[in-house]
């Protein structure tokens, strides 16, 4: 797909650990279309956070390290792109919501100047004027009496009016992408469900491209187009959001569908994947995947499986996954 | 997945009226009765025993840290007594004629060490010169000393020190080991050393001398609290938002590292008083024929046991002075922490 609006090649991150070179990303391919939401799915520390930061550019250096690979947005690479015309297309054009909203508002800075500064820093506006539109935005991302609470502090509001006010830093300036990183998380459930449902229809209304990263399967059935999954670093398997659901091609997607409690199996033992993921700084060799795994054989301890296409939008870093996607059909 | 058109009903507050993307406010003729049930709404949501903030008046301009911090400290009593305290001090630095109209300088030793008298309230000293007029115009100097002493140390302190902790690596490593060299100088030493060979005896190179040991012990408090800070995830965030280096320091990063900056140089201001009346008293800070705190309290001390009112008034003026920049301090500070508020 060479117009997608991210693409992700081969990307490889290091963080120098006291322990050794942990290496957090391994080679991740991904791309988002303009308009598409892509879940990323996976464990802690399968590095679903780090890619996230890569893109970005905010990754914490040193100790992190980008040593490989290329972030292409519109075509561009942003790994090589100079750093004050990054920074400018940062907020600007892709925009980034984090997991918690508390820590991530300023706690000495009233949301409506948090808001203000995003026009103040890209458009230069006057305060006046971005005082207006940060209100305006409010109301968009539906806080109640935005216009009484745009001079409040971030700890005056609630968990799920903080997130709604992040999603509104976000999407101040219409990006052409959003990376969400585990919005949800910090929430509870009944409100998870509501900052979802507005982020869905925000990025339905501005037609903006979303990366999702979460490891809440139940959220990405309801968002996502497609869903890449990953596993200590790479993506392992990815597939549009149905086909993935109905048969997984690779038996970690397998064992994270099956660890999920469902009604029409209730009673029955949950289903959980043996053993621990890998540390990165010792990556097992071949596949990453394979001291876990159900169907490994001698070649899954030497060979590190490429991710072999499976259908047309679709792959599988499995040497079995013809075998894995029979499986789950039956 | 159907969605459907409008959210359901939702808990946090009453849902917009306006459809989704609606620019106005709310709703249209949202009174103020629906404006107060929301509000309401969304106090049911706060913690128990957290009571909601009363409804403010309308704020029209808009709100910073600083004018919000102005709001709370001009109620409270603590900052407005140690303000009065400090314009007194300033207004007796800068005009001493207004308050004490004699000569500090003209002295009659018939008097020495005589106690209080008719238009001589605080007595006299040992070379028969009035208290009262020497410690008005004592403050000038002592005021001058501890003010910009802390000034150009909290400065010179927090911006290296800050720089330091924000951009780290070999920068931050040079500032580190330069803040040692200058710890260990012992004052003192430092003092006789420096100040020795400055003629003059007049504030500045006192000033100058502080500073130039005073800055370390600030910049190491500065560095510490950037670079807690930076790790916030609200540096990141504005960072993925696109807010330069700048910005980051002076808007995000300053404000939620300035408070123990604050209470550090607070503390120092007193410590520098001191400090100007140590090297005063060893005889290589003020020298008469300026009028200082500190080398009236080095002359009365010895004769403490005969007359204590020459101790007392410059000493008592030194303690209130630097009580009053700590409670200065101490406001100032609580008032900036919004999480206080």
Redesign the interface.
């Known amino acids: 797909m060479s117009d997608a609006l991210l693409e992700v090649r081969d990307l490889h991150v290091e963080f120098r650990t006291r322990d050794g070179v942990a290496k957090a990303v391994n080679g991740v391919s991904c791309s988002v279309d303009a308009g598409e939401t892509l879940a990323v799915l996976g464990e802690s520390g399968s590095g679903k956070s780090v890619t996230a ?1 890569a893109v ?1 550019g ?1 990754l914490d250096s040193p100790p992190g390290r980008v040593t490989g690979g290329q972030v292409l947005f519109r075509g561009q690479d942003l790994l090589t792109m100079g750093a ?1 015309h990054r ?6 054009r892709l ?2 919501i ?1 997991q ?1 909203a508390l ?8 949301v ?2 948090q808001l203000a ?2 026009y103040e ?2 458009q230069g506006m006057t ?2 004027d971005a ?1 207006a539109r940060a209100i ?1 935005l409010m ?2 991302v ?10 409040d ?1 971030p ?4 968990g ?2 903080r997130q709604r006010i ?1 999603i509104a ?2 999407l101040a300036l219409e990006p052409d992408l959003i990376i969400a990183d585990e919005p949800t998380t910090a929430l509870d459930v ?2 998870q ?2 900052v979802m ?2 982020l ?2 925000l990025r339905r ?1 501005y037609d903006m491209g979303l990366v999702l990263i979460t490891h809440d399967l139940g959220v990405v ?3 996502a187009d497609r869903i890449a999954v990953m596993y200590a670093g790479r993506v392992v398997e990815n597939a549009p959001v149905r086909d993935l659901y109905a048969a997984p091609a690779h038996p970690y997607t397998q064992g994270l569908l099956e660890s999920v409690p469902r009604l029409d199996r209730k009673g029955k033992e949950l289903h959980a994947i043996k053993g621990l993921p890998p540390s990165l700084v010792n990556i097992p060799p071949g596949c990453p995947f394979h001291p876990r795994c159900p169907r490994a054989r001698d070649v899954c301890r030497t060979d590190r499986p490429p991710l072999f296409p499976v259908a047309p939008g679709r792959s599988s870093a499995c040497h079995f996954w013809k075998e894995t996607l029979d499986a789950s059909r039956s | ?1 159907s ?1 459907p058109p409008y ?2 009903p ?7 009226a ?1 459809p ?7 709703s249209p003729g949202d009174g103020g009765a629906a ?1 107060l049930a ?2 309401e ?2 106090s049911l ?2 913690p128990p025993g957290k009571p909601a ?1 009363p ?2 008046p ?2 029209e301009k ?4 600083w004018s ?1 911090a102005w709001h709370d400290l001009r109620r409270n009593p603590v900052f407005l007594l140690s303000a009065l305290v400090i314009a007194f001090l300033l207004l007796i630095a800068v005009w001493p004629g207004l308050v004490a109209g004699g000569n500090p300088l003209q002295c009659d030793l018939a008097k020495s060490q005589e106690g209080s008298q008719p238009g001589h309230p605080f007595g006299f000293d040992a070379q028969g010169c009035d208290v009262f007029t020497r410690t008005i115009h004592g403050a000038r100097a002592s005021i001058t000393v501890g003010v910009c002493a802390t000034a150009g140390a909290a400065l010179l302190g927090s911006v290296l020190g800050g720089l330091a902790g924000y951009y780290g690596g070999w920068w931050d490593g040079l500032l580190s080991r330069l803040a040692d060299v200058f710890f260990g100088i012992p004052i003192i030493l430092g003092g006789l050393v420096f100040l020795s060979v400055v003629t003059g005896g007049s504030v500045w190179p006192v000033v100058g001398f502080i500073v130039l040991l005073g800055w370390p012990q600030i910049s190491r408090i500065a560095r510490g609290a950037v670079v807690a800070a930076k790790q ?3 540096v ?9 280096d700048r ?1 980051l320091l002076l ?2 990063i300053a ?2 590292a300035v408070a123990p900056v604050i209470v550090v140089a607070t503390i120092a201001l007193g410590t520098y008083i001191a400090l100007e009346a140590t090297l005063s008293f060893i005889g290589v800070g003020l020298k008469p024929p300026t009028v200082s705190w500190g080398i009236d309290i080095s002359n009365a001390s010895n004769q403490i046991r005969n007359a204590p009112h020459m101790l007392l008034w410059p000493a008592g003026f030194l303690s209130v002075t630097v009580l009053a920049f700590i409670m200065l301090g101490d406001a100032v500070r609580d008032a ?4 206080l ?1």
């Open positions: 930061q970005m905010i004050e920074r400018r297309l940062r907020g600007d925009a980034m984090f918690d820590s991530a508002l300023n706690p000495v800075l009233t409506g100047a500064e995003m820093v890209h305060r006046r005082r305006t109301d968009r539906r806080i109640p009496a935005a216009k009484d609470r745009v001079g502090y700890h005056q509001f609630s799920g009016m992040m830093m976000a009944t409100v469900a509501q449902d507005l869905a229809e209304e059935a309801d968002v | 997945m969605e959210p359901p939702n808990p946090e507050g009453p849902a917009p306006g989704l993307g609606s620019l106005g406010p709310v404006r929301s509000r709404a969304e949501e706060r903030e409804a403010p309308a704020p808009a709100r910073s840290l919000d916030h995830d609200y990141h965030a504005a960072r993925a938002l696109g807010a330069g910005r808007r995000h404000p939620n900036l922490d919004p999480k508020r």
